[in-house]
């Protein structure tokens, strides 16, 4: 799943993030969600099926 590599992906920074440089960034598409790096949005980004992510965020957040 590569879909995030698509230039026309909307990559977001987290509100928590503030003005930090040191942050992850999010990208939707229909099956997956992207994760990169901000200081190297040029990396591959992690990509994850939208289920895996959210089991990945609820088990950040417990």
Do not use: Q
Request: glycine share 6%.
């Amino acid at each position: 799943m590569n879909d995030t590599r698509d230039t026309t992906a909307r990559w977001r920074k987290s509100t928590y993030s503030g003005k930090a440089d040191a942050c992850v960034e999010l990208a939707g598409t229909t099956h997956a969600v992207g994760v990169r790096d901000s200081k190297n949005p040029e990396a591959d980004p992690i990509t994850l099926t939208r289920p895996a992510f959210t089991r990945l965020v609820r088990g950040l957040r417990s």
